[in-house]
C-alpha cells in the first residue's frame, strides 16, 4: 500500500537552532500539504506544493517538493518554542482523491 | 474565521456499543471527510464524502462504519459494534475543492472504548 513516511520521528532543538523534516512517499505524488499539529490539537494546513522542484517560504518556514515529485521537505530556520508541534506532510497520489499522511515528526525546542 | 466543530469533545463507550460522531463543517464546503489518529501516531484516513455519498474510502473504513449527512448542516461518523482498538481521535474536516483544497479540521472527538 502506498506509505508515506517522515524522518525524523522526534526532534530536539535548541532554541534559535534550525530544524528539518523530511518526507517521502513510496509513490508519484501529484501534490503535496504540510500540516502543523499542535500538542493536544488538531492539524492545521501551512502549505501545498504542486511542482516539481517547487519551493515556497513562510516567514522562517521553507517548504520544497523534490524533482521527482517522490519527497519534499519543511526546513524552519531559528527555531522558536511556538514552533513546538508535529509536522505532517500529506500526499495526494496521481491517480487518487485523498491525501495520505506521513508519519510525522514531533518537534521540541528547548528554551 | 470559519470553523468545522466537532461534537462531542469526548466520549466514553462499552466495546459493542454504537457511537455517533458529529461534525458541521464550513457552511460553503463541498468535500467532506473523517480522520483518526491513535495517541501519538499518525493521521489516517478514513472515508471521504461529496454530493450526499461516499466518494472514497480506506480499508479501515469497514462495515462498521458508516457515515451520513442528515440534513444541510451536519456529518456524522456512526461505529456500529465498537471495538478497543476504535479508541482513538476521529477529525471530522471539510474542504473547498478536491485534491487541492486545503484541508480544515475540527477539534476532534476523542473516542475512549472500554
Known amino acids: 500500500g502506498q506509505q508515506v513516511m517522515q524522518i525524523p520521528q522526534y526532534q530536539h532543538v535548541q532554541e534559535g537552532e534550525d530544524f528539518t523534516t523530511y518526507c517521502n512517499s513510496s509513490?508519484?505524488?501529484?501534490?503535496i500539504q504540510w500540516y502543523k499539529q499542535r500538542p493536544g490539537g488538531h492539524p492545521v494546513f501551512l502549505i501545498q506544493?504542486?511542482?516539481?522542484?517547487e519551493v515556497k517560504k513562510q516567514k522562517r518556514l521553507t517548504f520544497q517538493f523534490g524533482e521527482a515529485k517522490k519527497n519534499s521537505s519543511l526546513h524552519i530556520t531559528a527555531t522558536q518554542t511556538t514552533d513546538v508541534g508535529t509536522y505532517f506532510c500529506?500526499?495526494?497520489?496521481?491517480?487518487?482523491?485523498?491525501?495520505?499522511f506521513g508519519t510525522g515528526t514531533s518537534l521540541t525546542v528547548i528554551p | 474565521e470559519p470553523e468545522v466543530t466537532q461534537t462531542p469533545s469526548h466520549q466514553v463507550t462499552q466495546m459493542g456499543q454504537e457511537v455517533i460522531l458529529r461534525c458541521v463543517p464550513i457552511?460553503?464546503?463541498?468535500?467532506f471527510y473523517w480522520y483518526r489518529q491513535i495517541l501519538g501516531q499518525k493521521v489516517e484516513f478514513l472515508v471521504s464524502?461529496?454530493?450526499?455519498?461516499?466518494?472514497?474510502k480506506s480499508e479501515i473504513f469497514d462495515d462498521q462504519f458508516s457515515v451520513e449527512r442528515p440534513d444541510g448542516s451536519n456529518f456524522t461518523l456512526k461505529i456500529r459494534s465498537t471495538k478497543l482498538e476504535d479508541s482513538a481521535m476521529y477529525f471530522c474536516?471539510?474542504?473547498?475543492?478536491?485534491?487541492?483544497?486545503?484541508?480544515?479540521f475540527g477539534e476532534g472527538s476523542r473516542l475512549t472504548v472500554l
Open positions: 474536516a471539510s474542504s473547498e475543492m478536491l485534491n487541492t483544497g486545503e484541508l480544515f
Open positions: 509513490t508519484t505524488l501529484s501534490n
Open positions: 506544493l504542486v511542482k516539481s522542484g
Open positions: 500529506a500526499g495526494l497520489l496521481n491517480t487518487g482523491n485523498q491525501f495520505y
Open positions: 457552511s460553503n464546503h463541498l468535500y
Open positions: 464524502f461529496y454530493n450526499n455519498e461516499i466518494s472514497e
